[in-house]
């Protein structure tokens, strides 16, 4: 089983930054689309920003300009580069990953268990 680990949430006040990262752990297993996703009380989960494993990117209208996701695909680890923060960003941020087990040879999704990240104004 493929397991996610977030870290890298926090507080911060408006108009700082922070770096999530997510790391897969496991046994015989590949890789091939990450993404974050973020809820905040009260609102349906969201994608915030997603990359293929040939790093191909995908942003939500509210973060473009201001976040950038990176992987590298040697450490199976994601990074959420998170800058000029708002209110408006404090959610509960998500790891999640898609790719196959090799033992039996099957698809997998993945998700962690999740990050506070917590803007003050």
């Known amino acids: 089983q493929v397991q996610l680990v977030e870290s890298g949430g926090g507080l911060v006040q408006a108009g700082g930054s922070l770096r999530l990262s997510c790391a897969a752990s496991?046994?015989?297993?590949?890789?091939?689309?990450m993404g974050w996703y973020r809820q905040a009380p009260g609102k349906q989960r969201e994608l915030v920003a997603a990359i293929t494993r040939g790093g191909s990117t995908n942003y939500a209208d509210s973060v473009k300009g201001r976040f950038a996701i990176s992987r590298d695909n040697a450490k199976n680890t994601m990074y959420l580069q998170m800058n000029t923060l708002k209110p408006d960003d404090t959610a509960v941020y998500y790891c999640n990953a898609d790719g196959y087990n090799a033992i039996p040879f099957k698809p997998y999704t993945a998700w962690g268990q999740g990050t506070q990240v917590t803007v003050s104004s």
């Open positions: 496991g046994t015989g297993f590949s890789i091939n689309n």
